[in-house]
Each structure stands twice: as C-alpha cells, then as structure tokens.
C-alpha cells in the first residue's frame, strides 16, 4: 500500500532531488538522507543500505533492490519532519549504519523527535567534531556501539533528561569520552563494557545535580565522576583555583581562592580524605572537589 502511494506520488509530484527521491519501497531520498518509513507510516529512519543486501539498517530484512547511499555532506542537521507529497512523517530514529564509517561528517545535529541512535549508526565517523544531541528533547536510547570510536569530538555529549538506557559498547575505542546528563541519572545503567578501549582518566561524568551521580565514580574508567553545570562564575573559578603538591608529596596545596570544604575522591569514587594532609594516600589519580561561596570546582592531581 505505502509502496503504491510513494509511486503514486513520484508521479504526480515527479520526485526529484529538491523534494524526495523514491528508491524503493519505504524508501526515499531527501535532503541527502535516505530515509526509511517505519511503524505505520507514520514514521521515518534515516538508513545507509548495505549493497549486500544482509540488512535494511533498522530491521535486518533483506531489500528487494539493494541499494548504499553515499552520505557526502560535512554538516549535516536531520529535520524534525520530512514531508512527502500530502504526507508528513516524523523523523524518529537514526537508523543502523546510517553513518558508520563516514569520514566527511563534520558536524551532526539531531531533530526534535530523535528517541535512538540505533546500532553502530556514527560508529567509527573519524572526523565528526560536533554531536548536538540537545534538540532531541525525548531522546531515550543509544543501542549497541552507536557512537563507538568517536575520536573527533571537541565538545562533551550533553544528554536530554529524558535519556534512560545505553547500549553495549556504546563509546567502545573512544580515545576519550565526556558525557553531560541534564536530568536525573538516578536510574541509568552503564552496560559493564560501555568504556572498552578508553583509558583510565579519560572519561568524565557530570550531571545538573551532583548527587544524583553517588556511585557513579565505581563505573571505570570515569575519573571525574562529581561536578556541577559550569556557570559563567565558574568557569572564571575553574581558572582561578590552582592546586599542587607541597612537602614532598605530604601535602595538596590549594591557591587563588579562598574555600569552605575540601573533599578528595579516588578515581573509583571512594571519598578518601577531607584534609590537605595526603601523605596517608596511595599514589595514584585523585579529584579534589573544592567549596567556595561562588560554588565548586573539580581539579584533578596525581600523587
């Protein structure tokens, strides 16, 4: 039935590439992105076809007409709709291996009604600098090594509150990795190899509400595991306070500001010390959290 309506509107319509481009059944060209209608025809994904015809990117079922579209753009912002003929549909969902692999991309901002980045869909873009998740305020899902070796990125992930669940292996090979949760994380799981590949200390985890991520410090390898949303007073305190190791290593050395409370936390999340006396600690990465009126700074230093 959609099938027919698609063709039936590239005839009237006389698709080309300034509107949509139909390619097979459920599937058009639109704006450079293949799209692929989905749950009632309500729906669309963005896709990049397999020419082996193993997958369709989001189901697996084989196509009729095999097909790879070559996604060319640097910058690139997916629409909240596309809109065909008489017909609108929400773009819902990245679909599997829709950029997986692509060295052009640059720059990715999702639309509105994005819910999941599905399996290994920006896998391996080497040279994507800017992921804008932001727009997509009901994003929920990263499935499996959906953002696996993003090694370009020059900015954190800032996550949706409404964002619940990852996938297996989801920043897999990441040299580095900093994640952003504007809402509650109360209920979020890391899978157990979610970090594969990234080194200890080069992964960090804030949120809106410090308190929302006790715990969170357990999940290797975050390093930075407690800090608030950076207002401009403090990214001038970030700047301001400097520390250092005094006495041999005895002693951790705070200058630039005056403070109210200092906590000092492993890597793993464990509150070790309240004291600038450190000579009790083990060698290794720590986090100073440091209080003051104008609010908290993480800083972190090695004994």
Known sequence: MLKK??????????????????????LFIQGGILYKVANGATEVHTNQVSSDATHDGTTGAPLAVPVTHAYTD???????????????????QIGAFTWDGNITLTSLTLGANITTIGNRSIRGAANLATLDLTPATGLTTVLVRGLQSLNGLTSPLEFPASFTT?????????????????????????????????????????????????GYGAVEPFATYYSNTLSTSDVRLE?????????????????????????????????????????????????????????????????
Do not use: R, W
């Open 74 to 92: 640097a910058v690139v912002t997916i629409p909240d709709n596309v809109t065909v003929g008489a017909q609108t549909f929400a773009v819902t």
């Open 166 to 214: 990852f996938g297996a292996q989801v920043f897999n090979s990441c040299t580095n990795i900093s994640l952003h949760f504007n809402g509650p994380v109360t209920g979020l799981t890391f899978p157990g190899n979610i970090l594969t590949g990234i080194a200890s200390g080069n992964a960090t985890l804030t949120t809106a509400n410090p308190a929302d991520l006790a």
């Open 5 to 26: 309506l698609l063709f039936s509107m590239a005839l009237v319509l006389g698709f080309t590439s300034a509107n949509a481009q139909l390619v097979d059944d459920n």
């Open 239 to 303: 700047d301001t306070v400097k520390i250092s190791i005094a006495n041999k290593g005895a002693t951790l050395k705070i200058s630039g500001i005056e403070y109210n409370a200092l906590s000092i936390y492993s890597i793993t999340g464990k509150k070790v010390t309240v004291s600038t006396d450190i000579s009790a600690l083990a060698p290794g990465l720590y986090i100073a959290v440091i209080s003051t009126d104008g609010g908290s700074v993480s800083k972190k230093f090695v004994k």
